[in-house]
């Protein structure tokens, strides 16, 4: 057990900024092609050739923009102005409105399509450097992204958002996010993504419109995407929100269940509110009984036959401090600042390279950090982690304060 809030928030202070912001400002500058480099192996090796993902750079903009509205250093602020130029410069269709998917190593558009999730994330990392600088121009930005998501994206007929369409934003078949996804219409994950991109924004900008697809996208998944019980997200659906997948993601299940409360507070619905309550305190104890092991670590998938794997990845491990302390803000329940405390002990013992920085991709049912996963790559970026410090600073602060 960690002896007392105020000790906390100095281990997550010292991870935050002296780990994984610092990591990502000396380790993955692109000094010669500009932005970022699209990949960095465990041992610090660069892959020249990585093309460069849309995810990453908006994560990247995400996390320093954060940053520096929390903290006001100039060098947060340079790193989010260096994400959001190369967005602006390399990732923007100027044609056809959107963003790409993929750039290669020069910054040339290597994969068109419009994927959703991608979109949103835009959206995120653009709110959230509004959010800190005020430019008009980046919320001008932002908004646009938002009308071309509404436009194109949204289902009329069945609510939701369909995963990809094709760089002119037609009808495509080639749908999944990556290769181990679903090639299906609808996803849980672009969903969440999509909720915590249009939280973000209005947060920053109370706009009608984006108020009810708020309100609406939380009555969504409330309705079609968690399922009967309440406990787990349904992963792959078709347009009509037939079920595809029998798998669960603990990782997603622990961080859907405080990002959905982040999106009802930030609304300020009362009755949603009180059903999203419910709703993540059932998720969270459903991680709690299923998804954990006894070292405190968070499995990454199960389906009805059990374990998927016994590797445990670094975002569930994340995600899991804040949604279990989540559950304990709404419950009271120590069980979940327990299990909170016991997450973060893992990622501090197991996920963090103590040596090298950042954090592994993930380790294996030995402890052994997978040697062939990367510290960057298109997927492994500065967001879960970092947003896990921020969130945990700020709700232990809150604790604090409500204690005195």
């Known amino acids: 057990m960690i002896n007392s809030p105020e000790l906390w928030i100095t281990q997550l202070e010292d991870e935050l900024q002296g780990n994984i ?30 093309e460069k993902s849309l995810v990453l750079n908006a994560r990247i903009l995400w996390s320093f923009a954060s940053a520096y509205r929390i903290y006001g250093k100039t060098e947060y602020l340079a790193m989010a102005e260096r994400a959001y130029a190369y967005l602006m410069d390399h990732f923007i269709d100027k044609e056809y409105g959107g963003l790409y998917w993929m750039v290669d190593v020069e910054g040339k558009p290597a994969q068109e399509k419009k994927q959703i999730y991608g979109q949103a994330f835009a959206i995120y990392a ?17 908004i646009q992204l938002f009308q071309l998501v509404e436009k194109y994206g949204y289902d009329s007929i069945y609510k939701g958002y369909v995963e990809a369409l094709s760089r002119e934003w037609q009808i495509t078949d080639n749908l999944s996010l990556s290769s181990k996804d679903m090639n299906e219409k609808k996803s849980m994950n672009t969903h969440l993504h999509v909720l915590e991109a249009y939280t973000g924004l209005f947060r920053v900008w109370k706009s009608k419109e984006l108020e009810s697809k708020l309100a609406e996208l939380i009555e969504t998944m ?3 995407i968690i399922d009967k019980e309440g406990k787990h997200f349904h992963l792959f659906l078709d347009e009509a929100w037939t079920v595809k997948s029998d798998i669960i993601s603990y990782g997603h299940d622990i961080e859907g269940s405080w990002l959905l409360v982040e999106a009802a507070e930030t ?16 998720m969270a104890e459903a991680v709690l009984a299923e998804g954990i092991d006894n070292d ?22 994340a995600e899991a401090v804040v949604g279990f302390y989540n559950a ?26 103590h040596q090298l920085g950042e954090w592994y991709w993930s380790v294996d049912e030995n402890y052994q950090p997978l040697a062939h996963a990367p510290k960057v790559s298109a997927w492994k970026c500065p967001y879960h982690n970092s947003r896990a410090c921020f969130e945990m600073i700020a709700r232990l602060k809150s604790t604090i304060k409500e204690t005195v």
């Not at 959230?128 to 121009?137: G, K, L, P, V």
């Not at 405190?296 to 491990?317: F, R, V």
């Not at 120590?334 to 013992?349: C, G, L, P, V």
Request: aromatic content about 12%; overall charge negative; proline content about 2%.
């Open 328 to 353: 304990y803000q709404l419950t009271g329940d120590s069980k979940f600042n327990e299990a909170a405390q016991a997450s973060w002990t893992f990622i501090d013992k197991y996920m963090v390279d």
């Open 267 to 282: 609304l300020g619905h009362e009755e949603l509110l009180h059903r999203v309550h419910t709703v993540a305190i059932s």
């Open 21 to 50: 912001l610092s990591f990502w400002m000396k380790q993955t500058k692109d000094k010669i092609n500009g932005g970022f480099v699209g990949e960095i192996d465990n041992q610090l090796n660069t892959s020249p050739d990585a």
């Open 222 to 224: 409330l309705d079609h």
């Open 296 to 317: 405190g670590g968070i499995w990454n998938e199960a389906d009805t036959n059990g374990l998927l794997s016994k590797e445990k990845d670094w975002w569930p491990q």
């Open 126 to 142: 653009l709110a959230e450097f509004y959010h800190a600088t005020e430019r008009s121009e980046v919320l001008d930005e932002a």
